[in-house]
């Protein structure tokens, strides 16, 4: 008689808020062996291979268990370093990539707001939902606490410190534009800021940020490409995405 395959572990928490614990993090990684927020590779490559030159020097924030470095990899940009806070996350990923023969892309234990490289290091820096947690215990997405918009501009700062001088961030997101433009756009970056939308039926937001391009003009008007008319709840948010969501009409 066959023997009962192992039922599989519930990672999804109850509020969003748990994800701001580093030890949930810990547990997720340790029985989770992949997990994609705001879909696979395939749904953005375009977008991704449209900005990154295959000989760049790549710095993917929050890797978690995600296979976006192998993809990335598999395109033929292959100088590539991923930082997550967890050990274990860190430590498994260690272990895939060296198991697939990916030797060449390191992976270090790095908190995302205390970035440990020097200045002007990386041509591309890029997140998917990274920034996004720091919004989930945030109050008013009109006006987030302050303890919030501290950590989100720590962040922002780093990744603009370590971008080279015509480097580009590349910041895959839930968050829709009018809560993020705010923090983008202040006066100490001198990125330019447009994005684009992928997804079927609901939109997620690919911004793309080029350090040392910003013009005046810029800082009134920010050039925006392919923004639809969103839905902030839609049936086909998938998996834990939905607990990103938005409910501007409970405000």
């Not at 029985?31 to 590779?41: A, I, L, N």
Request: glycine residues 6%.
């Amino acid at each position: 008689m066959e023997g009962k395959k192992p039922e599989k572990y519930d990672v999804a928490p109850a509020t969003a808020s748990v994800y701001l614990d580093r030890h949930y993090w810990d547990q997720r990684f340790a029985e989770e062996e992949h997990y994609e927020w705001f879909k696979g590779y395939s749904h953005f490559r375009d977008l991704v291979l449209r900005e990154i030159d295959p000989n760049a020097s790549v710095l993917e924030v929050g890797c978690g268990n995600s296979q976006l470095c192998e993809e990335l990899y598999g395109d033929g940009i292959t100088e590539l370093t991923c930082i997550d806070l967890s050990p274990v996350a860190v430590e498994k990923m260690k272990q895939r990539l060296s198991s697939k023969g990916f030797k060449e892309i390191k992976v270090l234990e790095a908190d995302m707001l205390d970035l440990p490289f020097e200045d002007e290091y990386f041509d591309v820096v890029i997140e998917k939902g990274s920034m996004d947690v720091l919004f989930v215990d945030s109050g008013d997405p009109w006006n987030p606490e302050p303890l919030t918009r501290e950590k989100v501009m720590t962040m922002l700062q780093g990744v603009h410190r370590v971008l080279k001088p015509h480097g580009i961030f590349i910041s895959i997101a839930f968050g829709q534009p009018h809560f993020r433009r705010p923090f983008f756009n202040a006066p100490s970056f001198s990125w330019s800021l447009e994005w684009r939308t992928f997804g079927d039926g609901f939109h997620y937001f690919f911004y793309i940020l080029k350090k040392g391009q910003r013009s005046s003009h810029e800082i009134e008007h920010i050039e925006k490409i392919g923004l639809p008319s969103m839905t902030l709840f839609h049936e086909e948010l998938d998996n834990e995405d939905y607990l990103f969501r938005t409910d501007v009409d409970g405000i």
